[in-house]
């Protein structure tokens, strides 16, 4: 089977090249997943921006089509297959193939203004029915993504998948930087960790898996990304890295290119961290 790769020697331009490539994102219209949508379609992707909102993923490629290049909105929800077989067979039916899986679709109860009111479980009080939700979109709504997709990637011989992971995956989260004086305790909560060290997992196996075949699965680590946050949690959070800051949400665009293109052809079950040095203490 002809694969997507080029051989022989490539211009910096040609590496990050994705001309005749479809990229499809899961969490299309979130923070990351809407960076990421539009990365991928400036750098000459057809890109397929999923959500479990339609109407936000209609929102975003339209917006990816008016600046001239293609997309197409499609609403997901990753943790029912029927609706992960549907979603890939329409992405193919509109473009051809499937070259790119970014599974970016993902529970994350951040601590910025939209997420409030959502972090005062302790452990020893987290309810089962939140731990069961986050386990089936954070882990099996990567598996059944990356399952669809990859049928079709070994049919056209070729592709690429890339899991979003988090810091807190590596590492415990520091539950301190949340601590505000004279309020309730508040709490990353425990399936973000667990489910996000399962995505490094999950990255490995398929690594491996797909050995002799020129599918490559990596992950992705991005740090703590600003989003209209309090200052205190600003502060807390930036004196715990070693570039002292958040993330601006589009510092996330060159890792996820760098992989998802041939600039990363000999790069497979890894695991690309950008935490301004979160990790690196």
Not at 4 to 17: N, Q, T, V
Request: with cysteine.
């Amino acid at each position: 089977m002809e694969t997507m790769y080029k051989a022989g020697k490539m211009s910096a331009d040609d590496l990050f090249d994705l001309n005749g490539r479809v990229a499809f994102v899961t969490g299309g219209a979130g923070l990351l997943g809407l960076e990421f949508c539009r990365t991928l379609a400036g750098a000459g992707a057809a890109v397929v921006v999923a959500d479990l909102n339609g109407a936000a993923a209609e929102e975003v490629a339209a917006a990816i089509e008016c600046e001239g290049e293609k997309a197409r909105a499609i609403a997901l929800d990753v943790t029912r297959p029927e609706s992960v077989r549907r979603a890939v067979a329409e992405a193919v039916s509109a473009f051809g193939r499937l070259d790119i899986l970014v599974n970016c679709a993902a529970l994350d109860p951040k601590f910025d203004p939209s997420h409030a009111g959502q972090h005062t479980n302790a452990f020893e009080d987290y309810p089962l029915e939140m731990w069961n939700q986050a386990l089936a979109v954070n882990l099996t709504g990567m598996f059944l993504s990356s399952q669809a997709a990859a049928r079709q990637m070994l049919q056209q011989g070729a592709g690429v998948i890339i899991n979003l992971c988090s810091t807190y995956g590596m590492v415990g989260p520091d539950q301190r930087i949340y601590e505000k004086p004279g309020q309730p305790a508040q709490f990353k909560p425990v399936y973000y960790s667990v489910t996000k060290a399962g995505v490094l997992g999950l990255t490995r196996y398929l690594a491996t898996y797909y050995a002799g075949n020129e599918i490559r699965v990596n992950a992705l680590t991005p740090g703590g990304v600003f989003n209209q946050h309090d200052e205190t949690f600003v502060r807390n959070y930036s004196a715990r890295t070693v570039l002292g800051r958040m993330a601006r949400k589009d510092e996330m665009n060159g890792a996820l290119l760098f992989l998802a293109s041939d600039a990363s052809s000999y790069m497979t079950g890894a695991n690309l961290v950008v935490d301004g040095g979160w990790t690196a203490w």
